[in-house]
């Protein structure tokens, strides 16, 4: 087993592995930007190295620090996270010259994955079903429009490399497809460095259902089941859940056997998630590999109780799976809310700047993976999640209460979050009905506003707050104690 491991990431995520790094004895190094200097994975590593400036370029992507900030500590392995480096194939080619284990699939597989062409080529030559679109290139309208009456409209231009909803637009007549490819792929140039784009069909009142697969360097496959992640800002999720209100056990297992075909087919090795769009009529399409540990990663853990970051490190080690399918089993229900700083209110823009006050939630069945603390700027550079809230319960209903009563609880001054509209979302009649489709923010929510009154009510908390009495006079309880303020008596608030 490794005695060194270097976590090529920051925020949450990097706080999350240490800490599986922890329980299995093996050190931790941090690196991190100016940005980042009193950040808390920077804090909580047994070693911190500053890798450079802020802008991600060049610190958290400029593989040649990377590298040797590996070599200054002696670490022998690097898990990238996600984002970043996490699917970059010349990052995982480097370090297999370099002789460091990369804590995630070979180069070739991330190559062939992280290009959506290839991977659909692979998936069909494996038998797992794909969307029906485009299987090569084409650089031309001329080109984009004979294959799109092939497939039909209403169709989705897609970046062939990347993700995360650059370089995606809906296309519903064919007078707009020339100037929607060619703005797809302006934004796939400059998210990517390649602005090739290719045409699916449009599957309208879908959903977004991923399975969560293991596979060692021996062969052995297996799922973890499915997680549902329908509702999306942008093309990103927000809320994941699992299992899925829409599948059955017969589709269930269905689903996972697809996987394990589609993992088989690119030679995977290692924890990765494979992603499929379902449709009304219960059919289901190969959508991409995510060759890298998922955002939503705990809620699979919650239901089986797997910790998949310690997996991901024994399988690289080059230890087999201990598990077999047939022992793998999920209970009760599990959900995740993304905690950003960012403003739903418009358009949900990122909100940088200080954190003055944090009170995380606690309870039976919450677990909060946060990367943050109460005085840390949050950087305008990178992306901003806060935290990631997941809450595990019996039954879907119960935990629905669970997360409202613990994102209730959830306190943040300093920057916008989207807290309210969480809530407002699972307390909405479409998700506690389980019709969690890919428009749902659009069809529901597409004009959603705070509540005023609870604003005004924060802003009256703050007041008091500042003028309560502070401190422990001698001899008796403390004010505080006495009274410990809004924060800790009021129902939910939001600044």
């Known amino acids: 087993m490794f005695k060194k491991i270097l976590i090529a990431n920051r925020g949450e995520i990097a706080v999350r592995i240490m800490r599986t790094c922890k329980e299995m004895g093996i050190a931790t190094v941090a690196v991190y930007s100016d940005a980042d200097q009193q950040a808390l994975h920077a804090l909580e590593a047994d070693e911190a190295v500053a890798i450079g400036p802020s802008e991600p370029s060049q610190s958290y992507l400029d ?24 699917e970059n194939a010349d990052f995982a080619a480097r370090c297999e010259r370099e002789g460091i284990v990369f804590i995630g699939p070979p180069a070739r597989v991330i190559r062939n994955l992280g290009d959506k062409i290839i991977a659909r080529q692979i998936m069909q030559k494996g038998g797992v079903p794909i969307i029906p679109g485009m299987l090569e290139t084409a650089q031309n309208p001329a080109a984009w429009l004979v294959h799109a009456e092939q497939i039909g409209f209403p169709l989705l231009i897609k970046a062939a490399a990347g993700g995360g909803g650059k370089g995606m637009r809906i296309v519903h007549h064919p007078g707009e497809l020339a100037e929607a490819c060619q703005a797809a792929a302006r934004e796939a140039a400059a998210a990517f460095g390649d602005g090739t784009v290719y ?54 297992a ?22 499929f769009i379902l449709d009304p009529e219960g059919r289901f399409y ?12 705990p809620i699979t853990e919650m239901i089986t109780g797997l910790d998949l970051v310690r997996h991901q490190i024994e399988i690289a080690a080059g230890r087999p799976l201990t598990l077999t399918q047939e022992e793998v089993h999920g209970r009760g229900h599990a959900i995740e809310c993304r905690i950003y700083a960012e403003d739903p209110a418009q358009n949900f823009m990122p909100s940088p700047g200080r954190i003055a006050f944090l009170r995380e939630p606690t309870g039976p069945g919450v677990r909060n993976d946060c990367g943050v603390y109460a005085g840390f700027e949050v950087p305008v550079e990178y992306d901003p999640i806060l935290s990631k809230l997941v ?25 916008q979050t989207p807290i309210d509209f969480l809530l407002d979302v699972l307390a909405s009649a479409p998700f506690q009905a389980g019709e969690t489709y890919t428009d749902f923010i659009a069809t529901h929510f ?36 006495a009274h410990p303020g809004p924060w800790r008596t009021l129902n939910h608030w939001r600044l």
């Not at 040797?68 to 970043?84: D, I, L, M, R, S």
């Not at 997680?227 to 093309?235: D, V």
């Open 254 to 275: 269905a689903m996972g056997r697809a996987a394990v075909a589609a993992a088989r087919a690119a030679g995977y090795v290692n924890a990765g998630t494979v992603e």
């Open 391 to 415: 809450v595990h319960a019996e039954t879907r209903e119960l935990a629905t209460r669970r997360m409202i009563r613990a994102l209730a609880s959830y306190a943040v001054l300093g920057v």
């Open 199 to 252: 045409l699916e069909k449009f599957l309208p009142k879908s959903r977004h259902v991923e399975i969560q697969i293991l596979a060692d360097g021996q062969g052995h496959t297996i799922h973890l089941f499915e997680r549902e992640c329908s509702i999306q800002r942008r093309h990103q999720k927000i809320i994941e859940e699992t299992p899925s209100p829409a599948l059955t056990p017969a589709l269930r």
């Open 63 to 86: 593989i040649e620090r990377i590298v040797a900030a590996v070599k200054q500590t002696g670490a022998e392995a690097v898990h990238p996270g996600y984002g970043f480096l996490a």
């Open 446 to 481: 597409a004009d959603w506003s705070p509540d005023r009154k609870v604003l005004e009510l924060a802003a009256i908390a703050c007041v008091a707050d500042a003028m309560a009495p502070k401190g422990r006079p001698a001899g008796r309880a403390s004010e505080a104690a």
């Open 286 to 297: 190969f959508l991409e590999v995510n060759t890298r540990l998922q955002v939503e990663h």
